[in-house]
């Protein structure tokens, strides 16, 4: 078995926990774990580390992302001794949530409600060269060709046409749908 195959099979294993931080250092949390996690390797069972955010249109007509939880990290881990250490040692970190010393991991429904996928969008069928039409954010209701999939963070890359001339938007899975 490939060090591949073992981690996909500890990621389904894994389950979402609530870390409290400071409020104001959610992403300096986030980008330290992910951090450890690159700098340990695969000794520690750490697989995604999530700051909830909301669009939000303002006043101005522009898209900003909103904290929906300020001072929560929501981290996909097992709990061991050492992942748990690690996480709850980490700079801007208070604890985890939970009774005690104890983490309580989410609910399958809690981690629908807020947003964060419990599945990658492997099953999006869209392809470079499709046509696509963007549904949210600020080039909603426009079509765009997809020149760029990146099937492991849920992005892509397509020109739009704007005033005669294209222009390069990074997009998620979740604002486009296929023509």
Same mark, same amino acid.
């Given at each position: 078995?490939?060090?591949?195959?073992?981690?996909?099979?500890?990621?389904?294993?894994?389950?979402?926990?609530? +870390?409290?931080?400071?409020? @104001?250092?959610? /992403? $300096?949390?986030?980008?330290?774990? *992910? %951090?450890? !996690?690159?700098?340990? &390797?695969?000794?520690?069972?750490?697989?995604?580390?999530?700051?909830?955010?909301?669009?939000?249109?303002?006043?101005?007509?522009?898209?900003?992302?909103?904290?929906?939880?300020?001072?929560?990290?929501?981290?996909?881990?097992?709990?061991?001794?050492?992942?748990?250490?690690?996480?709850?040692?980490?700079?801007? +970190?208070?604890?985890?949530? @939970?009774?005690? /010393? $104890?983490?309580?991991?989410?609910? *399958? %429904?809690? !981690?629908?409600?807020? &947003?964060?996928?419990?599945?990658?969008?492997?099953?999006?069928?869209?392809?470079?060269?499709?046509?696509?039409?963007?549904?949210?954010?600020?080039?909603?209701?426009?079509?765009?060709?997809?020149?760029?999939?990146?099937?492991?963070?849920?992005?892509?890359?397509?020109?739009?046409?704007?005033?005669?001339?294209?222009?390069?938007?990074?997009?998620?899975?979740?604002?486009?749908?296929?023509?």
């Amino acid at each position: 078995m490939t060090t591949e195959e073992l981690k996909d099979i500890k990621e389904k294993e894994a389950k979402w926990y609530v +870390v409290h931080t400071y409020s @104001g250092h959610e /992403n $300096k949390v986030k980008a330290n774990i *992910e %951090k450890l !996690v690159v700098n340990r &390797g695969n000794d520690i069972d750490i697989f995604e580390v999530v700051v909830p955010t909301v669009k939000e249109e303002t006043e101005t007509g522009k898209i900003k992302e909103r904290q929906l939880f300020p001072g929560y990290v929501l981290v996909k881990m097992i709990i061991t001794d050492i992942s748990w250490y690690l996480v709850r040692n980490t700079r801007g +970190v208070t604890g985890f949530v @939970g009774s005690g /010393n $104890k983490p309580v991991p989410l609910s *399958e %429904k809690e !981690v629908e409600a807020l &947003g964060v996928s419990a599945k990658p969008y492997n099953d999006v069928d869209i392809h470079e060269g499709d046509s696509i039409t963007i549904i949210d954010g600020a080039f909603k209701d426009l079509t765009a060709k997809v020149i760029e999939v990146s099937q492991e963070n849920g992005k892509l890359k397509a020109f739009v046409s704007l005033f005669g001339r294209d222009t390069l938007a990074e997009l998620d899975f979740s604002d486009v749908i296929k023509n």
